[in-house]
């Protein structure tokens, strides 16, 4: 079972970038699929989540300006990201949930899979 987020890189503020994340390794079907971010020395914060089905969720800190998506056929999700702003600055890491549980969609316990990061630089 693997998780695997790509697309992260250097931006300019107000500049664009789409991350990836790729699950792998399993044949049944993936429940919710999620975004989160750390910057140095904080903790890991929700981003956003969609469930199966194409319901989503966002933070405040970036409703308008994100968007999540996935493809069930490829087991990916995508998180559009534009506006980025220096405050967007961090590793953003991909989850899985395999089956379904009653966590509040922002709870890191309802993912079963996470992925390795990708790392967003926004520049002032």
């Known amino acids: 079972v693997q998780l695997q987020a790509s697309g992260g890189g250097l931006v300019q503020t107000g500049g664009s970038l789409t991350l990836s994340c790729a699950a792998s390794?399993?044949?049944?079907?993936?429940?919710?699929m999620g975004w989160y971010r750390q910057a140095p020395g904080k903790h890991r914060d929700f981003v956003a989540t969609?469930?199966?089905?194409?319901?989503?969720n966002y933070a405040d800190s970036v409703k308008g300006r994100f968007t999540v998506s996935r493809d069930n056929a490829k087991n990916t999700v995508y998180l559009q990201m534009n506006s980025l702003k220096p405050g967007d600055t961090a590793v953003y890491y991909c989850?899985?949930?395999?089956?379904?549980?009653?966590?509040?969609?922002?709870?890191?316990?309802?993912?079963?899979?996470w992925g390795q990061g990708t790392q967003v630089t926004v520049s002032s």
């Open positions: 390794g399993w044949n049944f079907a993936v429940e919710s």
């Open positions: 989850a899985a949930e395999i089956g379904t549980s009653s966590y509040y969609y922002s709870d890191e316990a309802k993912y079963d899979y």
């Open positions: 969609i469930t199966r089905t194409g319901s989503t």
